[in-house]
């Protein structure tokens, strides 16, 4: 019995099958021939490029021309010169034409760097005081001589500091006599720091106590000079802004065959009298 019934149903689903008419997928002919059109102009494009001469390639090279991209490289970079200059000159010029170019775009800056330290008399120095527009503004401190054209505003001729161009001024520094003292000579400058002697000021202490006071006075007068040129003397030494260019040449012997020099009007006034200890 269950196998007259499995036969049945074998033959219902055969029959079931016959009866539904096969599928046919239709294909888009327009379609299939612009795909095999452009496979076979890519395989017609291939074949004709690895069937070139060598003449048909020198030609092809040669229609390339270099000279669009050299255009678009030198239109870049003259945008680029154009706005760099106007960065740096602080919107002064477009065409780096600047009146007081930064050191590292001064021909003298690097010529400085390469050549080494110069050594310049005081007579050839002077030459150097900023009258001359062609040549760089030095002044020297303590034997050191520095460029300082980056502010000739300020130590060109008409600058209010004009007096330390072309000069060692180290006594001007400490004094603030800048007219008066442009000589590196610092002898007697520690005077602006001690006290007057005034006699009835002064019995107030034993000869020996006035003698050690004023041996402490001096000591203290020639250290406040010490520190007094030491600040300016570090001053152009870590500024980026003025750099070191050489020394000043001076025979060893030059300090003796100098004056000595009194102090200035304006340093002298300072002094006063020792003040009387109290009780």
Wanted: aromatic share 10%.
């Amino acid at each position: 019995m269950t196998t007259t019934r499995g036969g049945v149903r074998q033959r219902r689903a055969q029959a079931a099958a016959e009866q539904i008419p096969p599928q046919v997928e239709e294909v888009d002919t327009s379609e299939a021939e612009e795909i095999e059109r452009e496979r076979e102009e890519a395989e017609a494009r291939l074949q004709k490029k690895k069937k070139r001469s060598p003449e048909e390639k020198i030609e092809e090279d040669d229609e390339y021309s270099p000279w669009l991209d050299v255009l678009r490289v030198l239109s870049f970079l003259i945008l680029a010169s154009c706005a760099l200059s106007y960065l740096i000159s602080n919107g002064e010029t477009f065409t780096w034409g600047m009146k007081n170019p930064p050191k590292y775009l001064r021909t003298d800056f690097w010529t400085a760097k390469f050549r080494g330290p110069i050594y310049l008399t005081p007579a050839e120095l002077a030459a150097y005081d900023g009258t001359d527009e062609s040549k760089p503004i030095y002044l020297a401190i303590n034997g050191t001589i520095y460029d300082v054209s980056a502010n000739r505003r300020t130590y060109g001729p008409d600058g209010s500091y004009r007096y330390f161009a072309g000069v060692d001024a180290a006594r001007s520094y400490v004094t603030g006599c800048f007219a008066e003292d442009r000589t590196p000579d610092m002898r007697g400058v520690e005077d602006m720091y001690l006290p007057l002697d005034d006699p009835a000021v002064d019995s107030h202490w034993t000869p020996e106590e006035l003698a050690a006071l004023k041996e402490k006075e001096r000591a203290d007068a020639l250290k406040r000079v010490h520190d007094g040129l030491l600040h300016w003397v570090k001053f152009f030494e870590d500024s980026p802004k003025y750099p070191k260019v050489g020394y000043v040449k001076r025979p060893k012997d030059w300090l003796e065959r100098e004056p000595r020099r009194p102090l200035c009007k304006s340093a002298a006034k300072g002094r006063k009298r020792r003040t009387i200890p109290k009780n």
